[in-house]
């Protein structure tokens, strides 16, 4: 009896001892872990640029420019001293014709002799058509067979001593009977197109001088040469040599409708007439003055 007893009370120990173990298991904390930081949920913003002031434009250097004004005869006339504005524009026409016509020669040297005015006048003219400016404004003496102080008989023939008239294209320099000498190409033919075979040349002269125009009341003549004085003539052929235009110009005769290098004969198919396409290149070759 006694035994059944204790072998009660031990497994209702035991039983005691489980339910307490139970509850203690139920009610322990849970073991601890290393705290993770919490990553924000929210992405960061993007970082903030400090405005910066506005840097000015770099400046450009302007792109140095040259303007040619168109010179009308009647501007380059206004510095040529005595210089007719018809002639000069009937230089101009010629050369731009000669040019229309294939005949390469310098755009901007022109050289205009006036035999309308008396040998005792400065009557030739080397211009500066880059520039405007007149470069040279000489006496200049016509042939013997031309006439005294005044040319009014002009020709192409051999021997005649005679002045030629027309559009000439300079060539290179030699030293001849004359000095120091300029070869003179005729353009128009049946005007002045044996220049060369008549030896018509530009050279000083000792008779060519203010001198001689008072002492005789003209200049002294020539064998048909345009002859400059001899202080001038080799610096004035120096800077028109190697393919410059020389006009010389006469109001007598009808050598202009004449000669290959007038308006009037470079009318053609491509020209509607005198004031049209070659006017035009007159017109391109007469730059002046430059605006700077």
Not at 52 to 70: D, E, I, Y
Not at 255 to 267: D, E, N, P, Q, V
Request: hydrophobic share 45%; with cysteine; glycine share 8%.
């Amino acid at each position: 009896m006694l035994q059944r007893i204790l072998t009660s009370a031990v497994l209702l120990a035991l039983l005691c001892i489980l339910i307490v173990a139970s509850l203690r298991a139920q009610v322990a904390p849970a073991p601890r872990t290393a705290a993770v930081p919490s990553v924000a949920a929210a992405a960061a913003p993007a970082p903030v640029l400090a405005a910066l002031p506005a840097s000015a434009p770099v400046a450009v250097p302007a792109v140095a420019t040259t303007t040619r004004a168109v010179a009308t005869p009647a501007v380059l006339t206004k510095r040529a001293q005595g210089l007719s504005p018809k002639v000069l524009a009937m230089a101009l026409d010629a050369m731009a014709c000669a040019k229309a016509r294939g005949v390469s020669g310098k755009d901007d040297l022109l050289t205009v002799i006036d035999y309308s005015l008396p040998s005792t006048t400065p009557r030739l003219w080397v211009l500066d058509l880059a520039h405007g400016e007149v470069l040279f404004h000489e006496l200049v003496a016509h042939g013997k067979g031309s006439g005294e102080n005044y040319a009014t008989r002009f020709s192409n023939t051999p021997d005649s001593l005679q002045t030629s008239l027309g559009l000439f294209l300079t060539g290179g320099t030699y030293e001849g009977g004359n000095g120091y000498s300029l070869v003179l190409k005729g353009l128009d033919e049946g005007v002045n197109d044996l220049a060369e075979a008549r030896h018509i040349v530009m050279h000083g002269a000792w008779y060519v001088s203010p001198e001689q125009a008072r002492s005789q009341g003209r200049l002294g003549r020539s064998w048909g040469c345009p002859a400059l004085s001899e202080a001038s003539a080799h610096t004035v052929i120096d800077r028109i040599k190697g393919g410059s235009f020389v006009f010389s110009y006469s109001g007598k005769g009808d050598w202009y409708r004449k000669a290959s290098s007038s308006l009037a004969s470079c009318a053609g198919p491509s020209h509607d007439g005198p004031d049209s396409g070659v006017r035009a290149a007159a017109s391109a070759v007469t730059a002046a003055t430059v605006a700077q």
